[in-house]
């Protein structure tokens, strides 16, 4: 599983482009270039992953690994 986090958004999905897709219009990005974080983890070892009101990485099991930080 993937989850990307931007600015004011985050998404979960299966590749890396679901999940770009839920995170922008979850936060409003539409096409625009925003700066991301990609994190890659298995479901079975990473029970819970999420971000938190405060912007920060959360998760239960194994540390999810950041794939690609792109800035803007």
Known sequence: MILVMMQHAWGKGETIDEADKIARREGGHGRKK?????FHYDP?????????????????????????????
């Open 34 to 38: 925003v700066s991301r974080i990609v």
């Open 44 to 72: 079975e070892k990473t029970t819970k992953t999420y971000i938190d009101g405060m912007g920060r990485l959360c998760w239960e099991g194994e540390r999810p690994l950041e794939v690609e930080r792109v800035k803007v």
